[in-house]
């Protein structure tokens, strides 16, 4: 197909695997890497080759119950629920030094286990680091409420964290996504069992000894690595876990809603999007259309906030398409260790043949510009890997498929609208709200805009950067309630209110 000119990545002569990889990933509780009580395994495969390079301990309910115990146990009895602010901020720090210290092994992990190119992941383990930072910032930083009336009465209000709390992770990005809940988590002096995604475990193993390391007590920490069907349901459903923090895509969330419900746990959810970007008659052209494309392409197009969904002013819709398709038949897809890789491979099998499914589906739905297949001239070895071309489809009808549900790959499509009020109408027609990007340089327009848009987030005239003290989350079904600095505190810890009378108890004297 002519469409399909994608380039590849040429530098990489062979593909790379790190060095000492592990053959076997177990559970961490209680201190302590186990196999899986019943002593079942299951395959992780190397997106780039799609063969089986280690296996895990797949996780039952026994092995949730174990780690629940173990974490119901250090926050009862341990130190880590108690100890000063200041004392757990200095373990954070440590735990951030570590994550910087090593950061080439762990963008290697990261790169082989998910396919995410190496430049992209990279930046992903310093984000980590910084995640611990700010949360040990935040903790000595806050301060609890006092309110006072005076020769009357003193109120104050006492933060103390909840419990075990159970993080259900993704695999897009997973270690930095993983200390997006931990540090919150950890930081409050909650425990925690954490359920990695099945497809992308190896870089959520390194927790363990870095915890270990950095002086984390035993028992804070607990790790269970299994299928969402069994370890992340058990961990959903147990009894000793009052709250669930839960990142995917939001059919699963519904599941957890549901279950969540029968325990009345606490919940935060932030889950799949199909987020619009928007570009008005007067933008910035050129700086639309880079960010538009890094929005969509970057991290492989696995990303909850990408902007999938491009909608153009149509006096210069034909300009953007024409550029825009141009723009992504040059991406660089391959070996995602090589440092000109732009897009590498699809996380697993699973995944690509959905993306496909929809790259397929496209073809009916709009006009493909660009890509539309599997990349040519791919390395030798890898031309089965999870490879998909940058695929840009015009003409997208606001009904169609590719417009509505989320595919969650190097996959976009482009529609036209004629005014404000149609691409407002067009932005909020779907049933996400997580993330918006808004192109324009009229100010009252852009800020109109952005508080109509139904999104959680909006980007005005730039691409996702985040600010970590802002609220992260969506609204409609792209997730329920926000973290990000205290909101991510909050979720964490009760507000437990005190009240102390100061003056004489004046109160009614029933039955003197």
Known sequence: MTQNTTQTAQTATEHFVPDNLPTNLKHYIAGKFVDSADGGTFDILDPVTNQPYCTAASGQQADVDAATAAAKDAFANGPWPTMKPRERANVLYKIADAVVAQEDRLAEMETFDTGLPITQARGQARRAAENFRFFADLIVAQHDNAFNVPGSQMNYVKRKPIGVAGLITPWNTPFMLESWKLAPAIASGCTVVLKPA?????????WAQIFEDAGLPEGVFNLVNGFGETAGDALVKHP??????FTGESTTGQTIFRNC????????????????????????????????????????GERCTAGSRILVHRSIYDKFCERYAARAKNIVVGDPHDPDTQVGALVHPEHYDKVMSYVEMGKSEGKLLAGGGRPENLPAGQEN????????????????????????????????????????????????????????????????????????????????????????????????????????????????????????????????
């Open 198 to 206: 099945e497809f992308t475990p190896l870089s959520a193993s390194l």
């Open 240 to 245: 000793d876990v009052p709250l669930i923090s």
């Open 261 to 300: 419900a029968e325990g009345l746990k606490g919940m935060s959810m932030e889950l799949g999007g199909k987020s619009p970007a928007v570009v008005f008659d007067d933008a910035d052209f050129d700086a639309a259309i880079d960010s538009t494309l890094f929005g969509v392409f970057s991290l492989n």
């Open 385 to 512: 890997g999870s490879y998909v071309a940058p695929t840009v489809f015009a003409d997208v009808a606001p009904d169609a498929r590719i417009f509505q549900e989320e595919i969650f790959g190097p996959v976009v499509a482009i529609t036209p609208f004629d005014t404000d009020e149609e691409a407002l109408e067009l932005a909020n027609n779907t049933k996400y709200g997580l993330a918006a990007y808004i192109w324009t340089n009229d100010l009252k327009r852009g800020h109109n805009f952005a508080q109509s848009v139904e999104a959680g987030m909006v980007w005005l005239n730039s691409h996702n950067v985040r600010d970590l003290r802002s609220p992260f989350g969506g609204v409609k079904a792209s997730g329920l309630g926000h973290e990000g600095g205290y909101r991510s505190i909050d979720f964490y810890t009760d507000q437990q209110a005190v009240h102390i009378t100061l003056g004489d108890v004046h109160t009614p004297k029933f039955g003197a």
